[in-house]
């Protein structure tokens, strides 16, 4: 998209969603988007969940055992991830998808 496309749509918008609409384009502009992702072992029964600013280096970075508490299980794949505008929304959703239901959630994923 380019810049004026989006800020002409973000004009027309209801005056409460104008400025969220124009900090999220705002923040995938700038690459500072919050990933939140689950990968899980191709070997073991294991699930991870996590958050990054760069999902591809994360991912990297748990394959090459540089992580502590995924080193043992390596290798992963990425099995779910979604998008954040802010570290705070993010961790709410990281929080859940570690809990029961969520990680009940993530073993559905085929």
Do not use: C
């Not at 800020?7 to 900090?23: I, M, S």
């Not at 384009?25 to 992702?37: L, S």
């Not at 055992?65 to 570290?87: C, D, H, M, Q, V």
């Amino acid at each position: 998209f380019a810049p004026h496309k989006i800020t002409a749509a973000v004009a027309n918008l209801p005056a409460g969603r104008q400025d969220w609409q124009k900090h999220y384009f705002e923040m995938a502009m700038t690459g500072r988007m919050i990933y939140v992702y689950a990968i899980k072992s191709e070997e073991r029964n294991y699930i991870y969940v996590g958050m990054t600013n760069n999902i591809q280096r994360r991912l990297a970075e748990h394959n090459n055992g540089e992580n502590k508490s995924t080193k043992a299980y390596k290798p992963f794949t990425l099995i779910y991830s979604e998008t954040y505008a802010s570290r705070k929304e993010a961790r709410i959703r990281e929080k859940y998808l570690k809990s029961g239901v969520g990680k009940q959630f993530l073993k559905g994923l085929k």
